[in-house]
Nanobody, 120 residues
Framework: QQELVESGGGSVQPGGSLILSCVVS????????IDWFRQAPGKEREEVSC????????HYGDSVKGRFTTSRDNAKNTVYLHLNSLKSEDTGVYYC?????????????WGQGTQVTVSS
């Protein structure tokens, strides 16, 4: 059973917005941090954000800072990624994972991913 399930991806034009959701379940509910990372063909995996379960503090990668926002709703066991001012280079499969590389918390599980395509 998948303990991290992403949804909300789609196709948008440059400048558009999307909201991705990550529903957390099972043993993963005891997470310290959840990250969002993306993978595009021919590019390295890139961690775009992290959020702590305890206090909601967040970290963002330089390429998305000021455009993406992550939040969590502990009552709904859901972590969100708000994608604004989207660019073509934001295209990729977005995954939520348990952990955060930037905070030296190993990312040891992730969901199946959701595709984001930014194109005119």
């Amino acid at each position: 059973q998948q303990e991290l399930v992403e949804s909300g991806g789609g196709s948008v034009q440059p400048g558009g917005s999307l909201i991705l959701s990550c529903v957390v379940s099972g043993s993963t509910l005891r997470y310290d941090a959840i990250d969002w990372f993306r993978q595009a063909p021919g590019k390295e995996r890139e961690e775009v954000s992290c959020i702590r379960r305890s206090d909601g503090s967040a970290h963002y990668g330089d390429s998305v800072k000021g455009r993406f926002t992550t939040s969590r709703d502990n009552a709904k066991n859901t972590v969100y990624l708000h994608l604004n001012s989207l660019k073509s280079e934001d295209t990729g499969v977005y995954y939520c994972g348990r952990g955060c590389s930037q905070w030296s918390i190993p990312v040891d599980s992730w969901g199946q991913g959701t595709q984001v395509t930014v194109s005119s």
